[in-house]
Each structure stands twice: as structure tokens, then as C-alpha cells.
């Protein structure tokens, strides 16, 4: 037996294909694939060509993706894997779910993700699952890498307004491709620039700490995701429940910092716990 862990989301996809002992056979990550984001041909062009780069073919894939909670997601990522692997199982998860069972497995505890997106996934303490935040960029996301260039975007821009210091909202628009900072407005009209370019300034804000208004900056967002910890650690109902995070913003040693809570590492990776989720359903199908 061949299991195909995928784990999905705003900025890169992640497969992993193990054998029945769980030795690794292939281990590789292509573009984003959320399509809600990038759009359904981007992310259709990411699965196909991880799937093209896999050394055999899988007879069971857990996919989790970012947006695959909503019905219409979850049925275009199935589409699109049956397309290409025909002969296979395909089970579709959100991508903050597989992430959890990597993470923590079925234990009372929270996971915060914060990559592009930020959210929280719980258990309870009768190992009922349950989600704080995760409501997307636009409406949510508090604390994410795309909060956080958005920030910096809107800091870009007020310095313009006000003729102040340029070389912040320079390195902005340099690393989105733009002459200027006021092209942002068009470009991201446009669709030049979109949520992963500007989750992607996210590296270019950290860089710049702790001078403003990359200072301001990372505390609100730390403050964020602090928050969505213990509105869910509270839900758990249990003290001392086990934390532990996930995504380039959560787990950088700057923001865990920030963030200013005790974390343990997470036991294995997103596309880990696809693969053990792969494994369990096979083992016991529902």
C-alpha cells in the first residue's frame, strides 16, 4: 500500500508518499494551492505537477487544503485528484485539520496555524474538535502573514500621505514588483498582486524589527494570535491543556516571542498527519 499526504495551502503544497511502514518515498512541495486565493487553474497546475513528480502512485491520499471546509472547495480539490489519480482513495480535509493530527493528534489541546491564514483548532476534553478564527483574509485571518502585509502595505501608503521617510513603503513595493507603492491599489484590482504577494511581505516586515512600523506591526499581530490561543485553550476545559503551533508565522522566533505563550513542537508535520489520517482510514473505513 502507497499513502499520499497533501497539505494545501495560500503560499506552497507539501506531498509526502510513505509505504505501508510509513518509510518515505517521496517528499516534495510545489505552488499554492488554494484556489479560493490563487484561482482554480493555479491550484489545479500545483497538485498536477506534485502528483506528476510522485515515485509511484498512491492507493490512498489524504489531501487537507486550505478552504476545503466549504462544500464547493472541497468538491474541486476531489474532482481534481480523481482526475489524476483515478485508481486512488481520495479523502479531502481543510488543511488546518491535518495540520491538528500531525500536531496533536486526537488529544485535548489547541494548534495555532499562522502562515498566510491564522486559526486555531481544538479539542475538548471529550476530544471534540473545534475551530477559533480561520473566517479568511478578508473578514479574519487576525495575525496571519497576510494581515501583517497588509499592514505593512497600509504603513507604506500612510507614508507616502505624509511625505515621511521612503524606505519602508520602497521595500514594499520592491518586493511586490511595483516602481512605486501607489500601484498597489491597480495591481491588486488587477490581480498582478493578490493574497499570497502580500502574505509574502511577511519576511520583509521581520527583517526590519524591531524598527517601525515593523514593531507596531508584529505586537498587534502577536496580540492576535495570543488572543485566539486563550479564547481556545479556555474552550478546551481543562488547565495545563497542551499548545503547540504550526505555519512560517507562528513559529518564527521572533513572533513566538511576541506571542509570549509556552508552545511544544508539533510532533509531526501537516503532510504527516495526512498520511496518518490516510492510514487510519484505511484501517478503518467509513
Not at 518515498?25 to 510522485?54: R, Y
Not at 479539542?123 to 494581515?147: H, I, Q
Not at 500601484?183 to 498582486?193: D, S
Not at 526590519?208 to 502577536?222: C, G, K, Q, S, V
Request: charged share 20%.
Amino acid at each position: 500500500m502507497r499513502y499520499l499526504g497533501i497539505d494545501g495551502g495560500g503560499s506552497k503544497t507539501t506531498f509526502l508518499l510513505v509505504d505501508e511502514y510509513y518509510n518515505e518515498l517521496s517528499h516534495m512541495q510545489t505552488g499554492p494551492s488554494n484556489w479560493l486565493s490563487v484561482g482554480a487553474d493555479a491550484a489545479k497546475a500545483s497538485i498536477s505537477e506534485g502528483i506528476a513528480l510522485l515515485s509511484e502512485q498512491p492507493n490512498v491520499v489524504c489531501a487537507g487544503f486550505a478552504g476545503a471546509a466549504r462544500p464547493e472547495s472541497s468538491t474541486f480539490y476531489k474532482e481534481v485528484l480523481q482526475s489524476l489519480l483515478p485508481g486512488a482513495t481520495i479523502i479531502i480535509e481543510s488543511d488546518a485539520f491535518i495540520a491538528s493530527i500531525g500536531a496533536i493528534g486526537i488529544d485535548p489541546g489547541v494548534l495555532l496555524i499562522a502562515g498566510t491564514g491564522s486559526i486555531v483548532i481544538g479539542r475538548d476534553k471529550d476530544r471534540s474538535m473545534f475551530r477559533v478564527g480561520g473566517w479568511g483574509p478578508y473578514f479574519g485571518d487576525e495575525g496571519s502573514g497576510f494581515w501583517i502585509g497588509r499592514e505593512a502595505v497600509r504603513a507604506a501608503l500612510r507614508s507616502k500621505d505624509s511625505q515621511g521617510p521612503t524606505e519602508f513603503a520602497d521595500r514594499v513595493a520592491q518586493s511586490l514588483g511595483l516602481k512605486s507603492i501607489a500601484e498597489i491599489v491597480a495591481a491588486w484590482a488587477t490581480g498582478k498582486v493578490g493574497v499570497p504577494e502580500i502574505a509574502g511581505l511577511f519576511p520583509d516586515v521581520i527583517s526590519t524589527y524591531p524598527a517601525e512600523p515593523a514593531n507596531r506591526i508584529l505586537d498587534e499581530a502577536a496580540s492576535h494570535l495570543r488572543s485566539l490561543v486563550e479564547v481556545a485553550s479556555k474552550r478546551v476545559g481543562m488547565d495545563d491543556c497542551r499548545r503547540s503551533l504550526s505555519g512560517s508565522v507562528a513559529a518564527h522566533p521572533i513572533m513566538r516571542r511576541l506571542i509570549g505563550l509556552t508552545f511544544e513542537e508539533p510532533r509531526h508535520s501537516p503532510e504527516w498527519g495526512a498520511v496518518i489520517w490516510a492510514r487510519q482510514h484505511f484501517a478503518n473505513p467509513l
